[in-house]
T-cell receptor, first 116, second 118 residues
């Protein structure tokens, strides 16, 4: 079956520090990969995505590259801000041959805390 | 603006009572999902539906029920059989790939409903 493993948190950083949150996956077929972000008391929002190998997704200064050879999709940001404090979820979706619905697979989430 | 609306945002229930969480979307999506979120456990799939009048159990369906009478609506009932219902519940949707080949499987989420059993 499909699975997503991401580093456990919380990750605690000072403002302007470099961020890496590791994510690795196992999947049958050719998955699309996603990072979602969840702010306190809210639902998840898509942060970025990549649909094929070597694609780089980017948004709001965050980046992640789809690495098929290492089955990874690590999230990075060069300089974090206090407002980036949230929970980050790595996820994958594999489309079914029948064209039916996706059943996405989520990691457990990594809490990021950024101090001023 | 298109989106997913969940209500209520906060709900308190006495033990032994059934409660229904509402999820409505105006994105014209065919597939809808219910997830449960507990601290440190990520998201766990309760039920999902691809089309009207059809739905499938997810990983933790026991103690829950759903209906899909309209494309826009996918309500979740937490029954008294659910032994530990206190949690944050998230509804999501996405187009069916067969009907939208450019869809990559991205989910669109509501704001969530927090259920507390007293």
């Amino acid at each position: 079956g499909n699975s997503v493993t991401q580093m456990e948190g919380p990750v605690t950083l000072s403002e302007e520090a470099f961020l890496t949150i590791n994510c690795t996956y196992t999947a049958t077929g050719y998955p699309s990969l996603f990072w979602y972000v969840q702010y306190p008391g809210e639902g998840l929002q898509l942060l970025l995505k990549a649909t094929k190998a070597d694609d780089k997704g980017s948004n709001k200064g965050f980046e992640a590259t789809y690495r098929k050879e290492t089955t990874s999709f690590h999230l990075e940001k060069g300089s974090v801000q206090v407002s980036d404090s949230a929970v980050y979820f790595c996820a994958l979706s594999v489309g079914r041959a029948s064209g039916g619905s996706y059943i996405p697979t989520f990691g457990r989430g990594t809490s990021l805390i950024v101090h001023p | 603006d298109g989106g997913i609306t969940q209500s209520p945002k906060y709900l308190f229930r006495k033990e032994g009572q059934n409660v229904t969480l509402s999820c409505e979307q105006n994105l014209n999506h065919d597939a809808m999902y219910w997830y449960r979120q507990d601290p440190g456990q990520g998201l766990r799939l309760i039920y999902y539906s691809q089309i009207v009048n059809d739905f499938q159990k997810g990983d933790i369906a026991e103690g829950y029920s759903v209906s899909r009478e309209k494309k826009e609506s996918f309500p979740l009932t937490v029954t008294s059989a659910q032994k530990n219902p206190t949690a944050f519940y998230l509804c999501a949707s996405t187009p069916l790939r067969a009907l939208n080949p450019r869809n990559t499987g991205e989910l669109f989420f509501g704001e969530g409903s927090r259920l507390t059993v007293l």
